[in-house]
């Protein structure tokens, strides 16, 4: 669902607010009125989509805040789980914070857009943001949420990338171990300043350094797929898979369409439907997906 259109950031690399204009948001009531509809046809989970889904209701100035529309998002009955998707740092303060932790309803998951990690770089993006704060950005989260899965998004072959550069974006990937990684290979759009910059990065490069990024990643994904095997978790039904024979959901730190899913073994006895929430126990961590059987529905 998307609160907001536009986009106030000025990155080099993007359209988008030359496209659709600042940054505005609706209001909270609207917001909620549309998610209670939505429940009434049956949806069970709610992705909040924005450009910049913290600066939510900021330039309204009447009190509207991301923490003010969870609150009222989290009391509709029947939503079983609330995402919150395309997070800048900006404005991730405690009470936030805090909220996001105890609450239930509100998946321990954020999709946060690094970028990078070279201050170079990241200051030519006009990310605004250096790589020591990035570093704090996600240290701060991860304290103050610790089952917090964290989905970033990385551009290789930015104009003026080196192998020094894209080498330094590596070793923050295998340091920061990120639950979930989108890695793009930077491409030039009309009309951005990126376009106009020297130095661009042939498209065989950027392919190549797009490969080994995910390659690493993958071996990261695996690790941490591996680790959860023997845990318990709660699985939402998505549907049957004719492929694998198999029922298919997601966790709440696997969001729609961009992460892995859990393929489960579902005994005869067991009523399971798209939208229901079943216990699981994992048995087997691929690079991406995870595989499991259902203890009860």
């Given amino acids: 669902m998307k ?73 509709v009955p029947a939503v079983q789980w609330i995402r919150l998707l395309y997070a800048y740092p900006n404005y991730l303060d405690e009470p936030l914070l805090r909220l996001i932790r105890e609450n239930e309803k509100i998946c321990k998951y954020l999709d946060i857009p690094f970028q990078h990690i070279n201050p ?35 551009i290789v072959g930015f104009p003026g990338e080196t192998e020094a550069d894209f080498q330094e974006l590596v070793e923050f990937v295998q340091e920061a171990q990120f639950d979930r990684l989108g890695v793009f290979k930077y491409s030039k759009e009309e009309g951005t300043a990126a376009a106009l910059m020297e130095d661009q990065v042939s498209e ?3 392919e190549r350094r797009w490969q080994e990024l995910m390659e690493v ?23 049957f898979d004719a492929e694998s024979a198999r029922f298919f959901g ?6 729609p369409e961009v992460d892995g899913v859990v393929y489960m073994e579902v005994p005869a006895a067991a009523r399971v439907h798209p ?9 087997q961590g691929l690079d991406y997906d995870l595989i499991g059987e259902i203890l009860d529905a």
Avoid: W
């Fill in 3 to 75: 609160v907001s259109e536009g986009c106030d950031h000025k990155c080099a690399f993007c359209i988008i607010p030359r496209l659709r204009g600042a940054h505005r948001s609706r209001s909270i009531a609207s917001v909620v009125q549309e998610v209670r509809a939505l429940v009434e046809d049956g949806v069970r989970e709610i992705n909040l989509i924005a450009q910049d889904l913290t600066a939510y209701g900021r330039e309204r100035r009447d009190g509207t805040t991301l923490y003010g529309l969870l609150r009222e998002l989290v009391s």
């Fill in 120 to 154: 170079r770089i990241l200051h030519q993006m006009r990310r605004g943001k250096s790589g020591s704060a990035v570093r704090e950005a996600l240290n701060k989260l991860r304290q103050a949420i610790p089952q917090l899965t964290v989905r970033t998004s990385l």
């Fill in 204 to 206: 065989d490069e950027k």
């Fill in 217 to 239: 990643q993958a071996e990261i994904s695996r690790q941490k797929n591996e680790a959860l095997i023997g845990g318990v978790h709660r699985v939402m039904i998505e549907g």
């Fill in 250 to 255: 997601r966790t709440q730190a696997h969001a």
């Fill in 275 to 283: 939208g229901s929430v079943a216990a699981v126990k994992i048995t």
